[in-house]
């Protein structure tokens, strides 16, 4: 299996699971009633590494899928356009660790939910709502593993960028 092959199968399971992370986290909720009249709804909104993460997955997912409609295209020259190639490696850079930033932040504050902080008095949210909690789990685990294929994509497009410039000379182009 050639590179470019690699590249899109994994630019279509990455954006797969971004949009599965994206759909767990802005669509799980949870409702519980409390003290049995006030009814307490637990949703994405709820912790703002959530709301960012919802965005950037879903940036993310359409980044790549007009990645892979540029791919899909085959009457570019394969050694031209290096400035092309040049800016999608950098947004590729880009979109990888911005995606795995969100995720760790999102991990971050759902550790607190799930564990509480007493000198904030921040209380255990996890213990009331253990659906909500698992499927937030579960979606970034997906987001996890987005990311990790979204930095092997970038490998395979600096790959495709270095490969036309001269081992021996830095930035310089081969020879034709």
């Known amino acids: 299996m050639d590179s470019s092959r690699r590249e899109v199968v994994l630019r279509v399971v990455s954006t797969v699971l971004l949009v599965l992370t994206a759909c767990l986290v802005?669509?799980?909720?949870?409702?519980?009633?409390?003290?049995?009249?006030?009814?307490?709804?637990?949703?994405?909104?709820?912790?703002?590494?959530?709301?960012v993460l919802v965005w950037v997955d879903a940036a993310a997912a359409a980044y790549n899928l007009i990645q892979l409609f540029r791919s899909f295209r085959k009457d570019l020259p394969p050694t031209s356009y290096r400035h092309l190639r040049w800016g999608i490696y950098f947004l590729d850079q880009a979109a990888a660790y911005v995606v795995f930033a969100a995720n760790t932040a999102a991990v971050q504050a759902s550790v607190l939910a799930l564990i509480g902080e007493k000198s904030f008095q921040w209380m255990k949210l996890c213990n009331r709502y253990s659906r909500f909690c698992f499927q937030i789990g579960g979606a970034l685990a997906c987001g996890y593993i987005a990311a990790i294929l979204m930095i092997i994509t970038s490998s395979i497009s600096a790959y495709a960028l270095f490969r036309l410039y001269s081992p021996k000379h830095f930035l310089l182009l081969k020879g034709r």
Do not use: E, H
């Open 26 to 51: 802005g669509f799980d909720s949870q409702t519980k009633v409390i003290f049995y009249t006030y009814a307490r709804k637990a949703t994405f909104r709820d912790l703002n590494a959530l709301y």
